[in-house]
Antibody, heavy 124, light 107 residues
Framework: EVQLVQSEAEVKKPGESLRISCKAS????????ITWVRQMPGKGLEWVGR????????NYSPSLQGHITISADKSIDTAYLQWSSLRASDSAIYYC?????????????????WGPGTLVTVSS | DIQMTQSPSTLSASVGDRVTITCRAS??????LAWYQQKPGKPPRLLIY???NLESGVPSRFSGNGSGTEFTLTISGLQPDDFATYYC?????????FGQGTKLEIK
Protein backbone atom coordinates (compact mmCIF):
# COMPACT_ATOMS: atom_id res chain seq x y z
CA GLU A 1 0.00 0.00 0.00
CA VAL A 2 1.36 3.40 -1.02
CA GLN A 3 1.74 5.76 1.93
CA LEU A 4 3.21 9.21 2.42
CA VAL A 5 3.71 9.92 6.11
CA GLN A 6 4.49 13.49 7.10
CA SER A 7 6.09 14.97 10.19
CA GLU A 8 4.04 16.58 12.92
CA ALA A 9 2.80 20.14 13.19
CA GLU A 10 5.34 22.85 14.01
CA VAL A 11 5.11 26.22 15.74
CA LYS A 12 8.03 28.55 15.06
CA LYS A 13 9.02 32.18 15.36
CA PRO A 14 9.94 34.39 12.42
CA GLY A 15 13.58 33.99 11.49
CA GLU A 16 13.84 30.43 12.81
CA SER A 17 14.77 27.46 10.67
CA LEU A 18 12.64 24.40 10.02
CA ARG A 19 12.71 21.12 8.14
CA ILE A 20 9.61 19.00 7.61
CA SER A 21 9.60 15.50 6.19
CA CYS A 22 7.64 13.12 4.01
CA LYS A 23 8.42 9.39 4.25
CA ALA A 24 7.27 7.24 1.36
CA SER A 25 6.49 3.54 1.41
CA UNK A 26 4.78 0.94 -0.73
CA UNK A 27 6.39 1.91 -4.05
CA UNK A 28 9.78 2.57 -5.63
CA UNK A 29 10.74 6.00 -4.30
CA UNK A 30 13.14 6.62 -7.21
CA UNK A 31 10.40 6.41 -9.85
CA UNK A 32 8.17 9.24 -8.65
CA UNK A 33 8.67 12.94 -8.07
CA ILE A 34 7.82 14.17 -4.60
CA THR A 35 6.01 17.48 -4.90
CA TRP A 36 5.16 19.86 -2.09
CA VAL A 37 1.84 21.72 -2.21
CA ARG A 38 0.85 24.36 0.31
CA GLN A 39 -2.52 25.58 1.47
CA MET A 40 -2.58 28.85 3.36
CA PRO A 41 -5.39 29.31 5.90
CA GLY A 42 -8.74 29.29 4.14
CA LYS A 43 -7.13 29.36 0.70
CA GLY A 44 -6.57 27.08 -2.26
CA LEU A 45 -3.78 24.76 -3.33
CA GLU A 46 -0.43 26.13 -4.47
CA TRP A 47 2.41 24.18 -6.05
CA VAL A 48 5.60 24.81 -4.04
CA GLY A 49 8.23 22.65 -5.71
CA ARG A 50 9.34 19.14 -6.48
CA UNK A 51 12.29 16.78 -6.42
CA UNK A 52 13.32 13.87 -8.57
CA UNK A 53 14.55 11.55 -5.82
CA UNK A 54 16.68 9.48 -8.18
CA UNK A 55 18.85 12.42 -9.21
CA UNK A 56 17.94 15.05 -6.62
CA UNK A 57 16.98 17.51 -9.34
CA UNK A 58 14.65 20.17 -7.99
CA ASN A 59 12.23 22.75 -9.33
CA TYR A 60 10.73 25.57 -7.31
CA SER A 61 7.86 27.99 -7.58
CA PRO A 62 9.37 31.31 -8.77
CA SER A 63 7.78 33.07 -5.78
CA LEU A 64 9.59 30.75 -3.34
CA GLN A 65 12.88 30.16 -5.16
CA GLY A 66 15.75 30.99 -2.82
CA HIS A 67 13.52 30.88 0.26
CA ILE A 68 13.00 27.11 0.49
CA THR A 69 15.05 24.00 -0.17
CA ILE A 70 13.71 20.60 -1.15
CA SER A 71 15.89 17.55 -0.67
CA ALA A 72 15.59 13.79 -0.51
CA ASP A 73 17.38 10.88 1.13
CA LYS A 74 17.04 7.83 -1.13
CA SER A 75 18.43 5.53 1.57
CA ILE A 76 15.35 6.11 3.76
CA ASP A 77 12.79 7.07 1.07
CA THR A 78 12.22 10.45 2.62
CA ALA A 79 11.84 13.93 1.15
CA TYR A 80 12.26 17.19 3.00
CA LEU A 81 11.14 20.79 2.74
CA GLN A 82 13.20 23.28 4.66
CA TRP A 83 13.50 26.94 5.45
CA SER A 84 16.55 28.72 6.89
CA SER A 85 14.57 31.81 7.92
CA LEU A 86 10.82 31.50 8.33
CA ARG A 87 8.37 34.32 7.71
CA ALA A 88 4.86 34.72 9.07
CA SER A 89 3.62 34.28 5.48
CA ASP A 90 4.98 30.71 5.49
CA SER A 91 2.16 29.69 7.84
CA ALA A 92 0.21 27.03 5.97
CA ILE A 93 -0.50 23.32 5.67
CA TYR A 94 2.16 21.67 3.54
CA TYR A 95 1.22 18.48 1.70
CA CYS A 96 3.59 16.11 -0.03
CA UNK A 97 2.32 14.18 -3.02
CA UNK A 98 3.81 12.06 -5.78
CA UNK A 99 3.63 11.79 -9.55
CA UNK A 100 5.60 9.62 -11.95
CA UNK A 101 8.90 10.52 -13.61
CA UNK A 102 8.69 10.83 -17.42
CA UNK A 103 10.34 7.46 -17.98
CA UNK A 104 7.78 5.62 -15.87
CA UNK A 105 5.13 4.08 -18.08
CA UNK A 106 1.82 4.51 -16.28
CA UNK A 107 -1.50 5.87 -17.49
CA UNK A 108 -2.07 8.12 -14.52
CA UNK A 109 0.42 10.98 -14.37
CA UNK A 110 -1.52 13.13 -11.90
CA UNK A 111 -0.96 13.43 -8.15
CA UNK A 112 -2.47 10.16 -7.00
CA UNK A 113 -1.30 9.84 -3.38
CA TRP A 114 -1.04 12.60 -0.81
CA GLY A 115 0.33 12.84 2.69
CA PRO A 116 -1.95 14.07 5.49
CA GLY A 117 -0.26 17.45 5.63
CA THR A 118 2.02 19.25 8.09
CA LEU A 119 0.68 22.44 9.67
CA VAL A 120 3.38 25.08 9.99
CA THR A 121 2.58 28.08 12.15
CA VAL A 122 5.00 31.00 12.21
CA SER A 123 4.18 33.61 14.79
CA SER A 124 6.04 35.89 17.15
CA ASP B 1 2.73 30.18 -16.23
CA ILE B 2 -0.59 28.61 -17.16
CA GLN B 3 -3.47 30.13 -15.20
CA MET B 4 -6.47 27.99 -14.29
CA THR B 5 -9.83 29.62 -13.62
CA GLN B 6 -12.77 27.75 -12.16
CA SER B 7 -16.40 28.75 -12.12
CA PRO B 8 -18.44 29.12 -10.12
CA SER B 9 -16.49 29.76 -6.90
CA THR B 10 -19.44 28.53 -4.85
CA LEU B 11 -22.27 26.25 -5.91
CA SER B 12 -25.38 25.47 -3.87
CA ALA B 13 -27.20 22.28 -4.73
CA SER B 14 -29.41 19.57 -3.25
CA VAL B 15 -28.95 15.84 -2.88
CA GLY B 16 -29.86 14.20 -6.16
CA ASP B 17 -29.02 17.22 -8.32
CA ARG B 18 -26.72 17.18 -11.32
CA VAL B 19 -24.01 19.85 -11.13
CA THR B 20 -21.23 20.99 -13.43
CA ILE B 21 -18.05 22.87 -12.58
CA THR B 22 -16.05 24.56 -15.33
CA CYS B 23 -12.29 25.03 -15.52
CA ARG B 24 -10.57 27.22 -18.11
CA ALA B 25 -6.86 27.30 -18.86
CA SER B 26 -5.04 30.40 -20.09
CA UNK B 27 -3.41 28.28 -22.80
CA UNK B 28 -3.85 24.75 -24.05
CA UNK B 29 -3.03 21.98 -21.59
CA UNK B 30 -4.00 19.34 -24.16
CA UNK B 31 -5.53 16.61 -21.98
CA UNK B 32 -3.26 17.03 -18.95
CA LEU B 33 -6.07 18.01 -16.62
CA ALA B 34 -7.03 16.51 -13.27
CA TRP B 35 -9.80 17.09 -10.73
CA TYR B 36 -9.43 16.78 -6.97
CA GLN B 37 -11.91 16.76 -4.11
CA GLN B 38 -10.99 18.19 -0.73
CA LYS B 39 -12.90 18.02 2.52
CA PRO B 40 -12.08 20.15 5.58
CA GLY B 41 -9.01 18.95 7.44
CA LYS B 42 -8.14 16.39 4.78
CA PRO B 43 -5.67 16.30 1.89
CA PRO B 44 -6.97 16.52 -1.65
CA ARG B 45 -8.20 13.31 -3.24
CA LEU B 46 -7.63 12.62 -6.93
CA LEU B 47 -10.94 12.02 -8.69
CA ILE B 48 -10.19 12.27 -12.39
CA TYR B 49 -6.97 12.32 -14.41
CA UNK B 50 -6.32 13.12 -18.07
CA UNK B 51 -9.66 14.91 -18.38
CA UNK B 52 -12.00 11.94 -18.10
CA ASN B 53 -10.34 8.94 -16.47
CA LEU B 54 -11.79 8.01 -13.09
CA GLU B 55 -9.26 7.21 -10.42
CA SER B 56 -9.74 3.79 -8.83
CA GLY B 57 -12.54 3.77 -6.27
CA VAL B 58 -14.21 6.97 -7.50
CA PRO B 59 -17.97 6.58 -8.04
CA SER B 60 -19.22 6.62 -11.61
CA ARG B 61 -21.49 9.61 -10.89
CA PHE B 62 -18.34 11.72 -11.39
CA SER B 63 -17.37 12.48 -14.97
CA GLY B 64 -14.99 14.82 -16.76
CA ASN B 65 -14.91 16.28 -20.22
CA GLY B 66 -13.08 18.79 -22.40
CA SER B 67 -9.79 19.43 -24.11
CA GLY B 68 -7.38 22.25 -24.80
CA THR B 69 -8.51 25.12 -22.62
CA GLU B 70 -12.02 24.28 -21.41
CA PHE B 71 -12.97 21.45 -19.11
CA THR B 72 -15.90 20.35 -16.98
CA LEU B 73 -16.49 18.16 -13.97
CA THR B 74 -20.03 16.82 -13.67
CA ILE B 75 -21.54 15.06 -10.69
CA SER B 76 -24.78 13.26 -11.57
CA GLY B 77 -27.03 12.55 -8.61
CA LEU B 78 -25.32 14.39 -5.77
CA GLN B 79 -24.78 12.40 -2.60
CA PRO B 80 -24.28 13.86 0.90
CA ASP B 81 -20.62 12.80 0.76
CA ASP B 82 -20.02 14.97 -2.34
CA PHE B 83 -20.33 18.32 -0.58
CA ALA B 84 -16.73 19.50 -0.58
CA THR B 85 -14.35 21.78 -2.46
CA TYR B 86 -13.22 20.79 -5.95
CA TYR B 87 -10.02 21.85 -7.70
CA CYS B 88 -8.87 21.43 -11.26
CA UNK B 89 -5.15 21.20 -12.02
CA UNK B 90 -3.09 21.28 -15.17
CA UNK B 91 -0.04 19.05 -15.27
CA UNK B 92 1.18 19.84 -18.77
CA UNK B 93 3.65 22.53 -17.72
CA UNK B 94 5.86 22.95 -14.70
CA UNK B 95 4.33 24.75 -11.71
CA UNK B 96 1.32 22.46 -12.25
CA UNK B 97 -1.20 25.13 -11.40
CA PHE B 98 -4.49 24.59 -9.64
CA GLY B 99 -7.75 26.41 -10.09
CA GLN B 100 -8.90 28.53 -7.17
CA GLY B 101 -11.48 25.94 -6.11
CA THR B 102 -15.25 25.51 -6.21
CA LYS B 103 -17.03 24.99 -2.93
CA LEU B 104 -20.10 22.77 -3.35
CA GLU B 105 -22.58 23.54 -0.60
CA ILE B 106 -25.87 22.02 0.45
CA LYS B 107 -28.83 24.16 -0.57
Amino acid sequence: EVQLVQSEAEVKKPGESLRISCKASGYNFRFYYITWVRQMPGKGLEWVGRIDPSASYTNYSPSLQGHITISADKSIDTAYLQWSSLRASDSAIYYCTRHPLPEVRVNNRAFDYWGPGTLVTVSS
Amino acid sequence: DIQMTQSPSTLSASVGDRVTITCRASQSVLTWLAWYQQKPGKPPRLLIYQVSNLESGVPSRFSGNGSGTEFTLTISGLQPDDFATYYCQQYKSLFYTFGQGTKLEIK
